[in-house]
């Protein structure tokens, strides 16, 4: 009879740890996924950052090969970082009212603060657009994560 309750309750304890252990697979998944995503939104804005310094730099001449030149990298990497910044341009430009400085109609007002940072309720900040479409930039390249 001993055997028989101990074998009951191993079985319950067993019954525990394997619904434990299907959690921590769910747990991990979504870790996984929460993961990536900060990863690619991380990505996303390093892109961001390098395109609009390759776009500045256009702005003062430079072609593509004397940018990937100065930069130590090849052509397809700096277009790369050029073409999301001109996604993000584009972007910023309609917000803003195809870049004539009035809001687009419907738009929500943007605020900026002290740094000419647009706010905005997530928490994430926008760089604030120049007359040539580029974002104003005043930190050095040792300052980016």
Do not use: F, Y
Request: proline share 1%; net charge negative.
């Amino acid at each position: 009879m001993e055997c028989e309750r101990q074998n009951v309750d191993d079985a319950a304890s067993l019954l525990v740890e394997l619904g434990r252990l299907a959690a921590v697979e769910e747990w991990e998944a979504t870790r996984i996924l929460e993961i990536r995503a900060e990863a690619e939104r991380r990505r996303h804005t390093h892109r961001q950052a390098g395109g609009i310094a390759v776009a500045r730099m256009q702005g003062r001449g430079e072609s593509l090969a004397a940018i990937a030149e100065l930069a130590g990298v090849k052509v397809g990497s700096v277009r790369m970082m050029l073409k999301a910044a001109s996604a993000h341009t584009g972007a910023a430009v309609q917000a803003l009212g195809e870049g004539n400085g009035a809001a687009a109609p419907g738009a929500a007002p943007l605020a900026l603060g002290a740094n000419g940072v647009t706010a905005h309720d997530d928490g994430a900040a926008a760089q604030a657009l120049g007359a040539n479409g580029a974002a104003a930039h005043d930190e050095g390249v040792g300052g980016r994560v």
